[in-house]
């Protein structure tokens, strides 16, 4: 059975740091691309950054580029976000999202979501 | 980026009823759409994709239409179950977009 396990989320400050993980069971992790999908409190989904298999390909959305890494420890099958700079707006619920690298797939499972809040 | 615009953002209908939700991209973007359901405190589950295929296990009442910039979810005979958060999603091309949601609310 495939399973997606988020953890890391926390209140933290703004300007603040913080690094969600996920850890997966039930597939080859090193087969699939791994998203982060963020959902601010009562509204709309957002994609924020995609890695490949390999892990030589990376893409963010803009509004996290430059203060986000996304990496993965395919020896732990364990995807990871290092979130730095932190602002308000990035106050969210983060999903981890798996998705087959190749070509056009949807993305067909989702972790349960982990909390992330910033506050001062 | 490719904009993703959903609706209606709300609609409310008995059970029974025949539901259409709408979404159009800014762009063609073929049959790269997908559509997710979403309940209150739950993550997305995926039930449409390439536009008109279903998931395995996604009850037959749930279709998709649609190609290039306008694309529709029906739901022919509405459940119980199906109240729910809708969000359509393109994946024809980095970033990846979704519409903003349609809520289906019990009438």
């Known amino acids: 059975e495939v399973q997606l396990v988020e953890s890391g989320g926390a209140l933290v400050q703004p300007g603040g740091s913080l690094r969600l993980s996920c850890t997966t069971y039930?597939?080859?992790?090193?087969?699939?691309?791994m998203n982060w999908v963020r959902q601010a409190p009562g509204k709309g989904l957002e994609w924020v950054s995609v890695?490949?298999?390999?892990?030589?390909?990376?893409y963010y959305a803009d509004s996290v580029k430059g203060r986000f890494t996304i990496s993965r420890e395919n020896s732990k099958s364990t995807l990871f976000l290092q979130m730095n700079s932190l602002r308000d707006e990035d106050t969210a619920t983060y999903f981890c999202?798996?998705?087959?690298?190749?070509?056009?797939?949807?993305?067909?499972?989702w972790g349960q979501g982990t909390l992330v809040t910033v506050s001062s | 980026d490719i904009q993703m615009t959903q609706s209606p953002s709300t609609l409310s209908a008995s059970v029974g009823d025949r539901v259409t939700i709408t979404c159009r991209a800014s762009?063609?973007?073929?049959?790269?759409l997908a559509w997710y359901q979403q309940k209150p405190g739950k993550d997305p589950k995926l039930l449409i994709y390439e536009a008109s295929s279903s998931r395995s296990g996604v009850p037959s009442r749930f279709s998709g239409s649609g190609s290039g910039t306008e694309f529709t979810l029906t739901i022919s005979s509405l459940q119980p179950a199906d109240y729910a958060t809708y969000h359509c999603?393109?994946?024809?091309?980095?970033?990846?977009?979704f519409g903003q949601g349609t809520k289906l609310e019990i009438k």
């Open positions: 999603q393109q994946y024809g091309s980095y970033p990846y977009t």
């Open positions: 999202v798996r998705k087959e690298w190749v070509g056009n797939a949807p993305f067909d499972y």
């Open positions: 762009q063609n973007i073929n049959k790269w």
């Open positions: 890695i490949s298999g390999s892990g030589d390909v990376i």
């Open positions: 039930g597939f080859t992790f090193s087969s699939y691309g």
